[in-house]
């Protein structure tokens, strides 16, 4: 489905008062289309709608005219330039903004976040999932060392039971 044809219907669940959603569409869309400022815009709308100042803000964030309230009220929920940079969800190049002003804020962030992480950060490697391959086998020793005793103790309370009926 193109873009147009989502925010159609976009338009169609908000005139039908489906909130919820318009908002899962707008947000799917900014996923598929991040650096679309018009999907952004109107995800902002939306998460005014239920006010929520600090999501309206971070979808508006990269906006020339955005509102200086939702914006801090963004940045105070991510105080962290990395993790505002993640939450922003740009994906690519800055150079793929559309507008100047949207480069010069992504630009500022990046850098924002560069310095607090005191080595080069880029919008591709900001996403990027940690790694976990240590946590997953010591989560799944847990796991097994959690089903032993819990059969063990069920064998010591049947033991007890068995233990008691006898001598009774």
Sequence with gaps: MTVEAT???????LRAGRIPVARQRLRGLVVSCPTDL?????????????GEPAQAGRWAY????????ETAAFED?????????????WRGPEE??????????LAALREAASAHAGRPVDWL????????????????????FFVVALVAAGFAVLG???FVRWWL
């Design 62 to 69: 990269l906006e020339a005219d955005r509102d200086p309230a």
């Design 38 to 50: 018009t999907v952004r815009r109107r995800l902002a709308e939306v998460y005014r709608l239920y």
């Design 7 to 13: 925010l159609a219907r976009v338009d169609a669940d």
């Design 125 to 144: 490697a900001v996403h990027a999932p940690a790694p976990a391959a240590e946590e997953e086998p010591r989560d799944l020793w847990c796991a097994g």
């Design 96 to 105: 793929a903004a559309a507008t100047a002003a949207t480069r010069e804020r």
């Design 160 to 162: 007890l039971v068995t």
């Design 77 to 89: 929920w991510h105080r962290d330039p990395l993790d505002r940079m993640a939450a922003v969800a």
